[in-house]
T-cell receptor
């Protein structure tokens, strides 16, 4: 049973527009969430994270929103750039007692059209 | 430059053979992890280790083995018991005990069966 779900496998947006990548989770024990970006044949790189005590975290063009009651988070990229084209993974963990294990979603392939 | 080095980048295995994937890190991280990625799938945890000479099974440990004789090294052996070994294998490391520290990934090894 998937505990972290990224239900849309792909997203295509125009350069300069907003990209919104969604992620849902089922495990109520998760209290820390991360987004990773991955290019083909490379390892994922950490992008941004959010703790469950917050509902928003911003870093430059990237903002992550967390809705705990809905068990939903989203990553907003504004403005989108062609270099943002990659696979984005949502991941979740418990800050205490889970040995820093991450549970990943299946990923969303983002394509930013010039 | 601190980071995680995985080798080789591409590996081919004959049926019935064991193969070992290398993972070395110079980040002085205590925790190390092995993941497997299949097309259209997220990252699934194979094994992880929090300290030298100790490791735990992840979600899909069957057919794999690991060792942690040194802090900086965490090799993964794909045994002949792993019936579907073709995949992209990723090694990661993190600071232990701080769940809000992101995992850092290597660039992966792609294993194929001849």
């Amino acid at each position: 049973d998937q505990q972290v779900k990224q239900n849309s496998p792909s997203l295509s947006v125009q350069e300069g527009r907003i990209s919104i990548l969604n992620c849902d989770y089922t495990n109520s024990m998760f209290d820390y969430f991360l987004w990773y970006k991955k290019y083909p044949a490379e390892g994922p790189t950490f992008l941004i994270s959010i703790s469950s005590i917050k509902d928003k975290n911003e870093d430059g063009r990237f903002t992550v929103f967390l809705n705990k009651s809905a068990k939903h988070l989203s990553l907003h990229i504004v403005p989108s750039q062609p270099g943002d084209s990659a696979v984005y993974f949502c991941a979740a963990t418990e800050l205490v007692g889970a040995n820093s294990k991450l549970t990943f979603g299946k990923g969303i392939t983002l394509s930013v059209r010039p | 430059d601190g980071g995680i080095t995985q080798s080789p980048k591409y590996l081919f295995r004959k049926e019935g053979q064991n193969v070992t994937l290398s993972c070395e890190q110079n980040l002085n991280h205590d925790a190390m992890y092995w993941y497997r990625q299949d097309p259209g799938q997220g990252l699934r945890l194979i094994y992880y280790s929090q300290i030298v000479n100790d490791f735990q099974k992840g979600d899909i440990a069957e057919g794999y083995s690991v060792s942690r004789e040194k802090k900086e090294s965490f090799p993964l052996t794909v045994t002949s018991a792993q019936k579907n070994p073709t995949a992209f294998y990723l090694c990661a490391s993190s600071i232990l005990g701080m769940g809000n520290q992101p995992q850092h990934f290597g660039d992966g090894t792609r294993l194929s069966i001849l």
